[in-house]
């Protein structure tokens, strides 16, 4: 009688063993990330690395390739946690991106520098949409505010581009975002 309960955990181990070492595999994988100012204040970024609902990942280790406005680094992770290379001069928006076996994580920050003090802000990519066609809308529902419109849409354009935003960085963020609804 005490043999067939042998049997049952032996065969019950070598079944599981696949997806033992598959959880394993993927749990060293960056799905999500955010990112902070760096701890010691020394106008870098620190990207840290976490779950679906943003709770740092401290197990993850290991050297991961992202790209920071199409400039691809190699990241060391520490206890989940990497520091960008490159110091933040003046306020600017940063496209970082890292690509995994399922897929590419991507988001848009515009990090404010006042001071020495970074403070990273997370850009949705609906408003990258909603801004410029509030300013077409109102141009187009008010023909007297027609030309007030334009020139606050070239403004904001400017804006962005003065502070490192362009097409590229734009429509990689939009790509992402609707992503990210399927």
């Known amino acids: 009688m005490r043999k067939p309960v042998y049997v049952f955990f032996i065969f019950a181990g070598i079944i599981l063993m696949p997806g033992i070492s598959r959880a394993q595999k993927h749990s060293n994988q960056i799905n999500h990330f955010i990112v902070e100012e760096n701890l010691l204040k020394n106008e870098q970024l620190a990207i ?13 280790n290991g050297t991961f390739q992202f790209s920071l406005n ?41 990090i404010l520098k006042s001071g020495s003090d970074l403070n990273p802000i997370k850009i949705n990519w609906l408003v990258l949409l909603i801004v410029p066609a509030v300013f077409i809308l109102i141009g187009m529902m008010f ?40």
């Open 48 to 60: 840290i690395a976490t779950d679906s609902l943003d709770q740092p990942q401290e197990n993850i």
């Open 70 to 110: 199409n400039f691809n680094y190699p990241l060391e992770f520490h206890d989940g946690v990497a520091i960008a290379p490159n110091k933040v001069e003046s306020s600017t928006f940063v496209f970082i991106k890292h690509i995994n076996e399922s897929g590419s994580h991507g988001q848009l920050f515009y």
């Open 143 to 182: 023909r007297r505010l027609l030309s007030l419109a334009i020139i606050a849409l070239l403004i904001f354009l400017y804006f962005n581009y003065k502070h490192g935003m362009d097409l590229t960085t734009f429509f990689e963020t939009l790509v992402h975002g609707i992503k990210g609804i399927f």
